[in-house]
């Protein structure tokens, strides 16, 4: 069981590789917003414009994920931003389009650690709930990604410095 965790951490720490994740804008369907992930000197760089024109509001970024998530029950995020709200995204397969289960969170200006258990997902398409859908299921996760869709526009920055998959919840105090 340890030997599992640390081949995960790794993995995703491995793939903080900018080149591993693509962009995904409202420009699929008629909008105007721009993205890029980048390299930076604490891990990536998730930045660009959000534009509400010609029916836009999103920009996101995903990549595909091969290491073996079945043993995952949430995800641990460090990251600083600028104040705005967004969404971490997992998908269970590798298609462009479709469901996709999302967790919203609040990146500060300061590093703060975010941890989203996958019983707080919610299975969305298209930005509208899709219940029947279920739940997260780890074994099936294929890709994970960002998006920021707060129908405020202007620039945004998020950095992610660390993704790491958690494998059991804390008991309450």
Known sequence: MVSLW?????A???DLAPESWREINDGVMGGRSDSAMAATAEGL????????????GFAS???ALDADWSQARGIRLEVRGDGRSYQFRIHQDRQFDGVSW????????RWQVVELWFEDFEPVFRGRLVPEAGSVEPVRIRQIGVLLADKQAGPFALEIRRIEALTKRPAPD
């Open 6 to 10: 640390i081949i995960m951490m790794a």
């Open 102 to 109: 999302r967790h919203p969170f609040s990146a500060g200006t």
């Open 12 to 14: 995703l720490q491995l």
């Open 45 to 56: 760089l998730f930045a660009g414009d959000l534009s509400l024109e010609n029916n836009g």
């Open 61 to 63: 970024a995903r990549r």
